[in-house]
C-alpha cells in the first residue's frame, strides 16, 4: 500500500484510548480465504462500505465486504458521533457561485437526506446508539463570526438564531478561546450519536441481509481479467463485476492508482472527560444536550453525551508518530481547558484521534472511477462522514446496478476528482494552509 503518513498513523496507536471501544465489544468476523466471488466486491467497511452493502443486499445482490482491520476500525467506528448537515468544505454560497444554484439547493437535499438515511437504518433495525440532541449548533468565536450566522439565518426557517445575552438560558454558556462566545445558530437537522454501536448495527444489519464481511483481509491490488475485477488479498482473492472502493480517510494511493495525489488524509483529535455531576454541569453553565462546534476553521467540535461524560475534539494535526500524537492530546486538553475553564480539574481518561478525508475541490466525491470498467469510489466526507459517508454508500449501491439514485445527487458529486500538487508529497500544502486559516481565526 502506498500511503502518505508513516505505518504509524495506520496503527492501534492512534486509536488506543478511543472511548468508544469501551462502549461495545467488536463482533468476530472471519477472514478472507481461498478465491471467493461476488456480484459486487466492496474495500473497506466503514459507513460508506456497509450502508453500501446493505443496500445492496437488499436489493438481492450477492455482494462481500472486505477490511484490512475490521468493519468500523477506522475513521468510522472512532470519531465525534455528530450525524449531521456537512460533507462539503465548500459553504452553501460558494457551490452556489462555483456549481449553480440548483446543484446547490440538490446538495443541500443531499444532506438533509443523508440524516434522515441513518435515522431509518438506526429505527429499522433496532439500533441502540444513544442518539441525542436537537441537530447541531455553531457558535460564533468572534463578533464577525456571529455576524456571519446572522446572514446566514437570514431567510432560512430551519435556522434559529441565539443571540449572546441568550445562550446562559440555552444551557450554551462557556468561555471561548479569547472570550465568551458571541452567540449561536442552530440547525434543526441531526442528532450525536455512538459511531461505534451505529457501525456495529450496520454491520449486523448487512450481514443478516446477506452480505458477506470479512476482516484482516487487505486489499492488495485490483486487476481486470475479461468482464471482472480480481482484487488480491492475503489468503486469496475476491472477484466480482463490479467493485466500490469506500476507504476515505484509510485509502492508498495504488488502491486503485487513479486516487493517488486526489485526496489528503487530515487528523482530527478528541477526548472524552469522566462523568460530570449536576453541580460541574452548572459551574460552567453548559447543561444542554445539544452537539455543537465553533466558527473556526480549524473548528473545535463537542457535545454532552447521555451518561454526562463530555467530548470534545479538533482539527488541525499534520504529523503522525507516537511524539506528534501525544503532542495533539496535550493541544486538545489545553484548548478543552481554555474553552471550558471550570472543568480545567475534571479529568479525561480517554483521548484518540483518526483520520478525515480531504478533497482538492472540497467536495465529497462519489461516483465511477475513470479507466477503470465497474469500478466505482466514494470518499471525501471533510470530517462529515456519519450522515454523508452513510448516503454515499447508498448512492453506490444504486450505481453498482447500473441505474442512477432515486436520491438526491448532485452533478459535482461525480465528477472526478482533481489533483493536489506534489504528488505523495502533498501533505506539504497542508501547514501553510492551516497557518492562513489560524489567522483567519484570529
Known amino acids: 500500500m502506498k500511503h502518505i503518513f508513516g505505518r504509524y498513523a495506520y496503527s492501534a496507536g492512534p486509536r488506543n484510548g478511543c472511548w468508544w471501544d469501551e462502549t461495545i465489544e467488536a463482533p468476530v468476523w472471519p477472514d478472507a480465504k481461498g478465491d471467493l466471488t461476488a456480484d459486487v466486491a466492496i474495500i473497506g467497511a466503514g459507513f460508506t462500505g456497509l450502508s453500501a452493502a446493505l443496500h445492496l443486499a437488499e436489493a438481492g445482490v450477492d455482494v462481500a465486504v472486505v477490511d484490512a482491520e475490521y468493519p468500523g476500525w477506522g475513521g468510522s467506528g472512532r470519531n465525534g458521533g455528530f450525524c449531521c448537515l456537512g460533507g462539503a468544505k465548500l459553504s452553501g454560497d460558494k457551490i452556489a457561485r462555483t456549481y449553480g444554484k440548483d446543484q446547490a439547493e440538490e446538495f443541500y437535499r443531499a444532506e438533509v437526506a443523508a440524516i434522515d438515511l441513518v435515522a431509518d437504518i438506526l429505527q429499522r433495525f433496532g439500533i441502540d446508539a444513544d442518539t441525542h440532541s436537537d441537530g447541531e449548533t455553531q457558535l460564533a468565536h468572534s463578533p464577525r463570526a456571529m455576524a456571519a450566522l446572522r446572514r446566514q439565518a437570514e431567510g432560512d426557517p430551519d435556522a434559529v438564531l441565539t443571540e449572546k445575552d441568550d445562550l446562559a438560558a440555552q444551557g450554551l454558556s462557556a468561555s471561548g478561546m479569547t472570550g465568551p462566545f458571541h452567540g449561536a445558530l442552530t440547525m434543526r437537522h441531526g442528532f450525536g450519536l455512538n459511531p461505534r454501536k451505529y457501525v456495529f448495527g450496520l454491520a449486523a444489519a448487512a450481514q443478516g441481509a446477506g452480505a458477506r464481511l470479512y476482516q484482516n483481509s487487505p486489499a492488495r491490488g485490483i486487476t481486470r481479467q475479461g468482464n471482472r475485477n480480481v482484487i488480491a488479498l492475503p489468503q486469496g482473492s475476491l472477484s466480482a463485476e463490479t467493485v466500490l472502493i469506500c476507504t476515505n480517510g484509510y485509502s492508498s494511493d495504488d488502491l486503485p492508482d487513479w486516487l493517488a495525489d486526489r485526496y489528503i488524509p487530515a487528523q482530527s483529535t478528541a477526548l472524552v472527560t469522566r462523568p460530570l455531576s449536576d453541580e460541574e454541569l452548572a459551574a460552567q453553565g453548559w447543561t444542554t444536550d445539544q452537539m455543537a462546534y465553533d466558527t473556526r476553521h480549524l473548528l473545535h467540535y463537542f457535545r454532552l453525551m447521555p451518561d454526562r461524560r463530555f467530548l470534545f475534539g479538533m482539527r488541525g494535526g499534520l504529523m503522525s508518530t507516537p511524539a506528534a500524537e501525544a503532542a495533539s492530546r496535550a493541544r486538545v486538553r489545553r484548548d478543552f481547558e481554555t ?104
Open 339 to 442: 474553552m471550558f475553564p471550570a472543568w480545567a480539574h475534571v479529568e479525561s481518561p480517554n483521548s484518540w484521534s483518526g483520520m478525515v478525508c480531504v478533497s482538492r475541490n472540497q467536495i465529497p466525491f462519489t461516483g465511477a472511477v475513470p479507466g477503470m470498467p465497474g469500478v466505482f469510489a466514494g470518499l471525501a466526507y471533510h470530517g462529515n462522514g456519519v450522515a454523508m459517508g452513510s448516503y454515499a454508500g447508498s448512492l453506490l449501491a444504486a450505481l453498482a446496478q447500473g441505474r442512477r439514485p432515486d436520491s438526491p445527487y448532485p452533478g459535482f458529486m461525480s465528477k472526478p476528482m482533481g489533483r493536489f500538487p506534489f504528488g505523495r508529497f502533498r501533505r506539504i500544502v497542508m501547514p501553510p494552509a492551516y497557518l492562513a486559516y489560524r489567522l483567519k481565526d484570529l
